[in-house]
């Protein structure tokens, strides 16, 4: 089982309306936990960070977390077409497999969004 | 501000040969990450590097290998290229080790033909 689960979508919302995306993980002593956005043939593109339980707002996008559920989830209010992209979901992991140690990001399989005129 | 620049855009080259991939990461950030990224597939860690040691490796094959230099940048270089190799190649920097967030360049599109 992947340690960073998101349903793969595609997800259509048409434009004006929330979209709700969701995330679970399974490493426990996971403490930051990221939302990007990619385009098609682009690069990931941070659009929200939260490292504690609880809501946290930007704009038009609101990130929540459960440590305990081990569930992360962001919401985008007032969908636009631009906002169509896929939305991966990230935990960060220490990993010391060689050398003094870092944290890498484990990401989802990522959301499809589509938000349709 | 600042982003991660990342050299070149797009190669190609063919099987058996060498490419060699740079990344300049964001002023005072003191760790840089290397991702692959197949098509339809999420972004997979290869290897990070934290004041110009290696800090972490991930599923790397043995016929890459990277560095970071005293300028803090990083080049991942790819040997006895094979055609499952191509894929985008993204790098990121960050603070800290990566405690905070990442930033991620515009990647490498390398296509081996």
């Known amino acids: 089982q992947k340690e960073v689960e998101q349903n793969s979508g595609p997800l259509s919302v048409p434009e004006g309306a929330i979209a709700s995306l969701n995330c679970t993980y399974s490493d426990r002593v996971s403490q930051s936990f990221f939302w990007y956005r990619q385009y098609s043939g682009k690069s990931p593109e941070l659009i929200m960070s939260i490292y504690s339980n609880g809501d946290k707002e930007d704009g038009r996008f609101t990130a929540q977390l459960n440590k305990a559920s081990q569930y992360v989830s962001l919401l985008i209010r007032d969908s636009q077409p631009s906002d169509s992209a896929t939305y991966l979901c990230a935990v960060n992991i220490w990993g010391i497999d060689s050398g003094a140690g870092s944290y890498q990001l484990t990401f989802g399989k990522g959301t499809k969004l589509s938000v349709i005129p | ?113």
């Open chain 2, 1 to 113: 501000a600042a982003g991660v620049i990342q050299s070149p855009r797009h190669l190609i080259k063919e099987k058996r040969e060498t490419a060699t991939l740079k990344c300049y990461p964001i002023p005072r950030h003191d760790t840089v990450y290397w991702y692959q990224q197949g098509p339809g597939q999420d972004p997979q860690f290869l290897i990070s590097f934290y004041e110009k040691m290696q800090s972490d490796k991930g599923s790397i094959p043995d016929r890459f290998s990277a560095q970071q230099f005293s300028d803090y940048h990083s080049e991942l270089n790819m040997s006895s290229l094979e055609l499952g190799d191509s894929a985008l190649y993204f790098c990121a920097s960050s603070l800290e080790r990566g405690a905070y967030e990442q930033y991620f360049g515009p990647g490498t599109r390398l296509t081996v033909t």
